[in-house]
Nanobody, 124 residues
Framework: VQLQAYGGGIAQAGGSLTLFCTGS????????LAWFRQAPGKERELLAA????????YYSDSVKDRFAISRDNAKNTVSLQMNSLKIEDTGVYYCAADVGGDYVTAGPYAYDYWGQGTQVTVSS
């Protein structure tokens, strides 16, 4: 069972990137899916989470109105569209799954599966 995150890279401030995460080995359709970010020297931060039906969605204040999370249960994927990127968005981005979870605001301790991380670097 694994989550595979990809789509990171280098972008200029003000630009856009889209991250993708594909699950394999089990169906994640009943799970809360989320994206976290870990910047150098900082704790892992919950950026966005989406419940199994895509109805309840959480965004941190740092990304609200700039990032959009979505999921495709048929494809076992979750995506993060990132717009208006800022230098402080630089970090390693992780997708994660909270098996059978109900809450989109849970911290990293609640998540059972993690992707390997993909680096996003935003330059001026």
């Amino acid at each position: 069972v694994q989550l595979q995150a990809y789509g990171g890279g280098i972008a200029q401030a003000g630009g856009s990137l889209t991250l993708f995460c594909t699950g394999s080995g089990r169906n994640f359709r009943r799970d809360v899916l989320a994206w976290f970010r870990q910047a150098p020297g900082k704790e892992r931060e919950l950026l966005a989470a989406i419940d199994r039906n895509g109805i309840n969605i959480y965004y941190s204040d740092s990304v609200k109105d700039r990032f959009a999370i979505s999921r495709d249960n048929a494809k076992n994927t979750v995506s993060l569209q990132m717009n208006s990127l800022k230098i402080e968005d630089t970090g390693v981005y992780y997708c994660a799954a909270d098996v059978g979870g109900d809450y989109v605001t849970a911290g990293p301790y609640a998540y059972d599966y993690w992707g390997q991380g993909t680096q996003v670097t935003v330059s001026s």
